[in-house]
């Protein structure tokens, strides 16, 4: 008899979810144009200075997704995470 074992071995690599990302704002650099408020309402907004703030953090993965492209298009790179 003649028996074939195929043994899968999965080996969980990933590392654990990031639950929460507080992100950081340039006011030396901020311009006030308000897109990562339009972006991310929940974590910045624009205070009467024109500059942008930072309110909260992202706690779930859309947010952070999002957080990422306030980074990506902030057009002079205030922000950071
Ligand atoms: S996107 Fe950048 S420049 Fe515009 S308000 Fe936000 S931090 Fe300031």
Redesign the pocket.
């Known amino acids: 008899m003649n028996l074939l074992f195929d043994v899968k071995i999965i080996i969980r690599t990933t590392l654990p979810e990031v639950l929460y990302m507080t992100p950081r ?1 340039d006011e030396t ?9 339009q972006l991310c309402p929940d974590q ?1 907004m ?1 205070d009467p200075r024109q ?2 703030i930072v309110t909260g953090m992202a706690d779930s993965i859309e947010a952070i997704e999002r957080l990422e492209a ?1 980074v990506d ?4 790179q ?2 950071s995470l």
Do not use: E
């Open positions: 704002v650099r901020c311009i006030g144009c308000g897109l990562c408020v910045f624009v500059i942008a306030a298009y902030c057009p002079v205030a922000i």
